[in-house]
């Protein structure tokens, strides 16, 4: 009796001579669990290439401007999800272990927190990491060479000023795009 293509591609996979149909469902299971847990790479590999994913996004992530994820909008947030999938096979280098998952995902975890931990004991560091808040406006007189290096969009500015109450440029003593990258709006003050 043949069991079929797919039963024999995975038998390819296993060590000669198990055979599925003449097994018992416990030595399938048991089988079955052994493999989720077996890393095809050493764990060090795992948390090696982490480390080299977490370190290119920040710096791509950095590089790219300010925002904060509620205000992406919807070719940022597929470029982040696609990114994310086009990354993931860097880091488990084609294993699909249940072990090397865990490896990564707690290599991504600690990278973020011994980053976060170094940036809030470095100002230096923080600067680099979150950049400083920069001035858009003053004294109603936008910088257009700040909203171009921040990559910040005209209507992107007025929808934050229409979100502050403001009509236009001229009511604003100081607009902030902070380093989170919400807009902080300051009105002049009425006589």
């Excluded at 990114?83 to 084609?94: D, R, T």
Aim: glycine fraction near 8%; charge should be positive.
């Amino acid at each position: 009796m043949y069991p079929g293509p797919l039963v024999t591609e995975f038998m390819l996979t296993l060590p000669f001579p198990f055979k599925p149909w003449k097994s018992s469902p416990t030595q399938i299971t048991n089988l079955t669990i052994r493999r989720m847990w077996r890393v095809a790479l050493p764990w060090w590999e795992f948390i090696l290439r982490g480390l080299i994913v977490y370190i290119f996004l920040v710096i791509i992530l950095r590089l790219t401007g300010k925002r904060q994820v509620g205000q992406l909008a919807p070719f940022d947030l597929v470029l982040l999800l696609v990114l994310s999938n086009a990354v993931q096979n860097a880091m488990n280098g084609g294993d699909n272990s249940i072990t090397g998952g865990v490896i990564s995902a707690t290599t991504l975890i600690a990278a973020n927190g011994i980053v976060g931990r170094l940036a809030f004991k470095s100002k230096a560091l923080e600067r680099l990491i979150e950049g400083r808040p920069q001035i858009l406006i003053h004294n109603g007189k936008i910088f257009t060479e700040v909203m171009d290096r921040e990559k910040l969009t005209h209507h992107e500015l007025n929808a934050a000023l229409r979100t502050a109450g403001i009509s236009c440029v001229e009511e604003v003593h100081y607009a902030i795009l902070e380093n989170t990258g919400q807009i902080t709006i300051h009105p002049k003050k009425k006589p």
